[in-house]
């Protein structure tokens, strides 16, 4: 099981950015997710084990990027945040090498709320 510690998050206004780190046990393949209540866990972006290649969904591409350093923390670096951006973000692990679905993750971090004000 890996081990996943969240920090980051917060409040900022429309258009500001923040950024979520999360410190896997060990070096895996993770990925971003969000939820907000009443809906389901939304996928927003995937990083490979190495940080090779990265994914990001159509409502965040060109706007939040992941990314991964040597000590194996995992960033999500969000700009240009909207209301609709609001939510709790959880970083995930996988063992495969990258998935896209909550129900492929197999280890989860303890969830962050950002919220962004209009």
């Known amino acids: 099981q890996v081990q996943l510690v969240q920090s980051g998050g917060g409040l900022v206004q429309a258009g500001g950015s923040l950024r979520l780190s999360c410190t896997p046990s060990e070096r895996a393949a993770m990925g971003w997710f969000r939820q907000t209540p009443g809906k389901e866990r939304e996928w927003v972006a995937a990083i490979t084990w190495r940080g090779g290649n990265s994914y990001h969904s159509d409502s965040v591409r060109g706007r939040f990027r992941i990314s991964r350093d040597s000590k194996n923390t995992v960033y999500l670096q969000m700009t240009n945040l909207k209301p609709e951006d609001t939510a709790v973000y959880y970083c995930?692990?996988?063992?495969?090498?990258?998935?896209?679905?909550?129900?492929?993750?197999?280890?989860w971090g303890q969830g962050t709320q950002v919220t962004v004000s209009s």
């Open positions: 995930a692990a996988t063992r495969q090498s990258v998935a896209f679905r909550a129900s492929d993750y197999d280890d």
